[in-house]
């Protein structure tokens, strides 16, 4: 089981709401990234970071945003939830040093519902 | 355009029955190709990553097969159980950059039947 974290892992909330996704790793990997999953989809990359206040968007284009102060943690937050925003959200870690692949590990994941 | 093509979208098989799911990729310039198992509900958990010179490789009851000639890999299940019911998902990383970039297939969704 990897030792990475996610909360809350589910939530349902109104639209207009302010909210942030939590995401904590203990493995002291460099790398971490959100992805947004739809059902029976793949998975899509939204943001991803290389280390402390290191932020990149990904491939899907998203309202989010995320920061990275602190090594083992990269939370994401939408300012202003729309129903669209309804989706699974995973986060992830890999290392970053040495010869690849890099092994990424996924967290439980946050449920995201937005009525 | 690169991309990962799993099949069949979806599968049910017999506790104990063997199966065999496939992925076919376009991506370019390949490194590695990883299998997830994701539970419903749950985040990806990785079984195998094989590189370009790998053509074979095992985690217990799953075994993991590479051609990068014909972009193509399968993964077979041995004696299934009932937790083998989950989603596979096919996963290929390329070279174009320092990182790799991962390209996801949908998954396949294998149900076990007691």
């Known amino acids: 089981e990897a030792d990475i974290y996610q909360t809350p892992r589910y939530l349902v909330i109104g639209t207009g709401k302010k909210i942030t996704l939590e995401c904590s790793q203990t493995m002291g990997h460099d790398k971490m990234y959100w992805y947004q999953q739809d059902p029976g989809m793949e998975l899509h990359l939204i943001h991803y970071s290389y280390g402390v206040n290191s932020t990149e968007k990904g491939d899907l284009s998203s309202e989010s945003t995320v920061s990275r102060i602190r090594t083992e943690h990269f939370p994401l937050t939408l300012e202003s939830a729309r129903p669209s925003h309804t989706s699974q959200y995973l986060c992830?870690?890999?290392?970053?040093?040495?010869?690849?692949?890099?092994?990424?590990?996924f967290g439980p994941g946050t449920r995201l519902t937005v009525t | 355009k690169n991309q990962v093509e799993q099949s069949p979208q979806s599968l049910i098989i017999l506790e104990g029955k063997n199966c065999t799911l496939q992925c076919n990729y376009t991506v370019s310039p390949f490194s590695n190709l990883r299998w997830y198992k994701q539970d419903t509900g749950r985040g990806p958990v990785s079984l195998t990553i094989?590189?370009?010179?790998?053509n074979t490789k095992s985690n217990g009851r799953y075994t993991a097969t590479l051609d990068a000639d014909t972009k193509q890999s399968s993964l077979h299940i041995t004696a299934s159980q009932l937790s083998d019911s989950a989603s596979y998902i096919c996963?290929?990383?390329?070279?174009?950059?320092?990182?790799?970039?991962?390209?996801f297939g949908r998954g396949t969704q294998l149900t076990v039947w007691p």
């Open positions: 094989m590189t370009f010179s790998e």
């Open positions: 996963v290929v990383s390329d070279r174009g950059s320092t990182l790799g970039r991962l390209y």
């Open positions: 992830a870690s890999s290392e970053y040093r040495g010869l690849p692949p890099y092994e990424q590990y």
